[in-house]
């Protein structure tokens, strides 16, 4: 082995240490997957009338009613929840949408405080998402709702 032969072989494995450093730290501050919207063959969909609402605004319904298990711990003691969407739709220009009906037990509030309660999981969940739909079919209505949280340095 010649004495330019050890420097070379340290040069490589400083090499290949750095690359997998950066390979390794690239991979770990990528931004986690969002949701994938579930497409059904067969839709649950638990108002007629919601669905005849959403249509005849333009929107497709590409999903039904959907249950998302969610699991957390509590001072090492394991809690299950679920959190459920009512229906996903596609306008006309192809932005999907989360639905949320009207609850006649569970009115929503038209606040700000109250619409960020029990509606902005669902944005942050789906961030791809144009919006949140709330449909309430007993009035005929379909309230657009966007969500656009500022980040403070």
């Not at 390979?23 to 579930?38: E, N, T, V």
């Not at 929503?108 to 942050?124: D, N, P």
């Amino acid at each position: 082995m010649r004495t330019g032969d050890s420097f070379v072989i340290l040069l490589l494995i400083a090499v290949l240490v750095i690359w997998f450093y950066a390979r390794g730290r690239k991979w770990y501050d990528k931004p986690r997957a969002a949701l994938a919207i579930p497409r059904q063959d067969e839709l649950y969909l638990p108002s007629e009338e919601a669905v005849m609402l959403l249509n005849a605004r333009g929107y497709e319904i590409v999903a039904g009613k959907h249950k998302l298990p969610v699991t957390m711990t509590m001072d090492d003691q394991l809690l299950e929840s679920r959190i459920f969407v009512d229906a996903y739709v596609m306008d006309d220009e192809d932005r999907f949408y989360v639905v949320k009906l009207a609850r006649e037990r569970m009115p929503l509030e038209m606040t700000g405080s109250a619409i960020r309660e029990r509606l902005l999981v669902y944005s942050l969940l789906y961030p791809e998402a144009a919006g949140v739909l709330y449909v309430d079919p007993a009035i005929g209505s379909i309230r657009k709702i966007t969500f656009e949280v500022e980040r403070t340095k």
